[in-house]
């Protein structure tokens, strides 16, 4: 019989009656025996830290794959393992493999894969046949087998006559739309956030136009089509002004923003880092300030990790040459404790990062009682320590905080 003791650990789960408190957690064979104090076991491996938390494990949407097809980036293997590094037990996938995941034997694949770790897998569906933005591909068949929602990833619909009909269609299942809103016409080409930085790199411009018409677009798509949409990756100040006005009206409309865009901004380009060359691209720091306030009032509802696994051939070349994403299933929580821990309480990084996400998908929320499976992540937020190649599980190393300091530490992952 495996045993696990987590010695002395603030939980940190709204739901829990131990919320906030300390105590220690007693699992056994994947099932969490006893919560209390004082707590003891001869036989148990002691899991003990400076100052332990503990939350239920993180759920991340929109997680990008290399398997299938492109196994030299990322396997399901190697993105589990990276995920449970990180603190994540639940991967909502999309669907730009190769093959796309447009269909129920591609969707059973990965909800089914050996060596998925005990890592929960949820395929997103592609929204568009070979996510080209021409014709819908077969929602209902996708459903049966178990997609969670249905989009095409970062790659924006522009068609609005495609995305109305695909917010139509979902309703009737009363699945989510995920979609990344840029406008193409206005960013095509772009390198970078368009403003003073870029004019001071000589670097053609993304406007936060793009973004913000896209969005407009999709809320009144929505409002037409009485569906739920979540608009993915925002990184625009405008954008959540929308978002905010949308929900005032009570429309089913949700939104996520990348953990990068809450620390970095545009003048970190400075030096040409490859690694921070992402998509949405990183914006001002008014932008940043106003995704941050945008999560405290709820205005945003989750943070994603936006894991882009790649590899060197692609990356690691010239800047405007270099294809956009950075991996960041590892880093995603441990930089948000780290880097706003001025700015955001832990318990609303947390809330971003579990309960949301899930709710929003209409899956169930895994609990902190005895008696139940134990889906949890265990952190410390007093440990020093430096990001290095050597930690990375992912098969791809394009992470912008290689070499970077962290306060926080993920600790132990049970699934």
């Known amino acids: 019989m495996m045993e696990t003791l987590v010695k002395n650990v603030t939980l940190v789960h709204q739901p829990s009656e131990y919320h906030l408190k300390k105590v220690d957690i007693l699992i056994e064979n994947g099932i969490i025996a006893k919560i209390g104090h004082n707590l003891s076991s001869k036989k148990s491996t002691i899991v003990s830290g400076n100052n332990l938390h503990c939350t239920i494990g ?21 993105l589990t393992k990276a995920a449970l590094k990180g603190g994540f037990t639940s991967l909502v996938i999309f669907p730009g493999t190769k093959p796309i995941t447009q269909n129920k034997s591609q969707i059973r694949y990965l909800i089914n894969h050996t060596d998925r770790n005990n890592v929960q897998i949820l395929p997103v569906g592609a929204l568009s046949k070979d ?35 695909a917010l139509q269609y979902a309703s009737t299942t009363d699945k989510l739309i995920i979609h ?84 970095f901004t545009d003048t970190t380009l400075m030096d040409f880092d490859q690694n921070l060359k992402v998509t949405p691209p990183l914006r001002s720091e008014k932008d940043r300030k106003a995704l941050i306030n945008g999560l405290k009032d709820d205005t945003i509802d989750c943070i ?32 948000c404790l780290s880097y706003l821990k001025d700015e955001l309480s832990i318990e609303k990084i947390v809330e971003k990062l579990t309960v ?57 992952t049970v699934c």
Request: some cysteine; overall charge negative; proline content about 4%.
């Open 180 to 263: 990344h809103p840029d406008d193409h016409t206005l960013s095509s080409g772009g390198e970078m956030h368009e403003g003073e930085t870029s004019t001071l790199l000589g670097m053609k411009g993304q406007p936060s136009i793009s973004e913000i018409h896209a969005v407009q677009r999709d809320i009144l798509l929505l409002e037409y089509n009485n569906g739920r949409l979540l608009i993915h990756a925002i990184s625009a100040k405008e954008s959540i002004h929308e978002i905010k006005s949308a929900k005032k009206k009570s429309l089913k409309v949700f939104c996520s923003v990348p953990y990068t865009n809450l620390i």
């Open 131 to 165: 996510i080209k933005g021409q014709d819908l591909a077969e929602f209902f068949d996708m459903r049966e087998a178990g997609a969670v929602a249905f989009g095409d990833g970062l790659v924006s619909v522009q068609d609005s006559g495609l995305l109305s009909r």
């Open 304 to 335: 994603i990790s936006n894991h882009i696994p790649l590899d060197e051939e692609v990356k690691n070349l010239e800047f405007p040459y270099s294809e956009s994403g950075a991996s960041g299933i590892e880093t995603c929580f441990v930089a």
């Open 356 to 412: 949301n996400p899930r709710k929003i998908l209409h899956l169930t929320v895994p609990k902190i009682i005895e008696g139940e499976r134990a889906d949890l992540c265990v952190f410390d937020t007093d440990i020093s320590w430096t990001y290095e190649k050597s930690d990375i599980c992912s098969k791809s190393n394009n992470n912008p905080f290689l070499g970077k300091k962290f306060t926080s530490k993920v600790i132990y």
């Open 58 to 78: 993180l759920c991340d949407i929109g997680t990008h794959s290399g398997e299938p097809g492109f196994e030299h980036r990322e396997t399901i293997d190697s």
